[in-house]
């Protein structure tokens, strides 16, 4: 048996990327995934056993409470959360002065807002289970002030707190909050950005203390770590994995 055996999951932007490798990962130790995302849920649900898949906006409060309604109706509840879903690969590097504040205020919405939304959502149902584990999923950018991306930076940092403030106040409850920041990392979507890639890629690597790619299975052994009883002591941490790029 694995360790989450009989667990329910849910992750937000698990069609693909570091959010797929993690149900994958989540999956391999017995819990049955719920993949949340804008386009694909369904399908990719079914590569897990009684995987269920929801189409989702998870930066929108009427739909994220349904999601969360529907999980419990179909899985009885919830133990796991996985807060993966946000914006980044499509985001042009630029000044910070050559930013829209409308699409400021779209990274908020999707990067950190979405967390405060499936949060608030998932703790009732992680409360009648006695418990729970929610895992957020940071960046490593704001611990190195990466510049041209002030917006994404900016949410990566909110999460880190937001993150430690949601322990405090979860503790009694028995749930814990905790945080993963990857570094650059060659997911499906940086692929299919090739301006990204020529950017980031050989800069990132050679800041590494481990030089080669980053893929999104690296992040999986943490996040399946903060999710699973070996950190039931563990909360309001943030664990950055990017090869040494960052000591943290």
Same mark, same amino acid.
């Given at each position: 048996?694995? /360790?989450?055996?009989?667990?329910?999951?849910?992750?937000? #932007?698990?069609? /693909?990327?570091?959010?797929?490798?993690?149900?994958?990962?989540?999956?391999?130790?017995?819990? =049955? $995934?719920?993949?949340? &995302?804008?386009?694909?849920?369904?399908? !990719?649900?079914?590569?897990?056993?009684?995987?269920? #898949?929801?189409? +989702? &906006?998870? *930066?929108?409060? *009427?739909?994220?409470? /349904?999601?969360? !309604?529907?999980?419990? +109706?179909?899985?009885?509840?919830?133990?796991?959360?996985?807060?993966? *879903?946000?914006?980044?690969?499509?985001?042009?590097?630029?000044?910070?002065?050559?930013?829209?504040?409308?699409?400021? %205020? =779209?990274?908020? &919405?999707?990067?950190?807002?979405?967390?405060?939304?499936?949060? %608030? *959502?998932?703790?009732?149902?992680?409360?009648?289970?006695?418990?729970?584990?929610?895992?957020?999923?940071?960046?490593?950018?704001?611990?190195?002030?990466?510049?041209?991306?002030? @917006?994404?930076?900016?949410?990566?940092?909110?999460?880190?707190?937001?993150?430690?403030?949601?322990?405090?106040?979860?503790?009694?409850?028995?749930?814990? +909050?905790?945080?993963?920041?990857?570094?650059?990392?060659?997911?499906? #979507?940086?692929?299919? @950005?090739?301006?990204?890639? !020529?950017?980031?890629?050989?800069?990132?690597?050679?800041?590494?203390? $481990?030089?080669?790619?980053?893929?999104?299975?690296?992040?999986?052994?943490?996040?399946?770590?903060?999710?699973?009883?070996?950190?039931?002591?563990?909360?309001?941490?943030?664990?950055?994995?990017?090869?040494?790029?960052?000591? @943290?």
């Amino acid at each position: 048996m694995g /360790q989450l055996e009989g667990k329910v999951a849910l992750v937000t #932007g698990a069609a /693909q990327g570091i959010g797929r490798a993690i149900a994958v990962g989540l999956a391999a130790e017995g819990a =049955r $995934i719920v993949v949340a &995302d804008l386009e694909r849920a369904e399908e !990719e649900a079914r590569a897990f056993p009684d995987g269920v #898949g929801l189409t +989702v &906006d998870v *930066a929108e409060e *009427a739909a994220v409470a /349904q999601m969360v !309604e529907e999980t419990v +109706v179909r899985c009885g509840g919830i133990d796991v959360l996985v807060n993966n *879903a946000g914006l980044y690969a499509s985001l042009a590097m630029r000044p910070f002065t050559e930013i829209p504040l409308e699409e400021w %205020r =779209r990274v908020m &919405d999707v990067n950190v807002a979405s967390m405060f939304l499936t949060c %608030r *959502a998932v703790v009732p149902a992680m409360r009648e289970r006695g418990g729970g584990a929610i895992v957020n999923i940071s960046s490593g950018t704001p611990f190195r002030g990466v510049p041209f991306l002030l @917006h994404y930076v900016t949410s990566k940092g909110a999460i880190v707190a937001f993150t430690r403030a949601l322990a405090r106040e979860l503790g009694k409850d028995a749930i814990r +909050v905790n945080c993963v920041a990857p570094g650059f990392t060659m997911s499906d #979507g940086v692929k299919q @950005h090739p301006e990204v890639i !020529e950017q980031l890629r050989d800069v990132s690597v050679a800041a590494r203390t $481990i030089q080669r790619d980053q893929e999104p299975e690296d992040v999986v052994g943490a996040a399946v770590y903060l999710s699973g009883p070996a950190a039931s002591f563990v909360t309001g941490q943030t664990i950055v994995i990017d090869g040494g790029q960052y000591f @943290h």
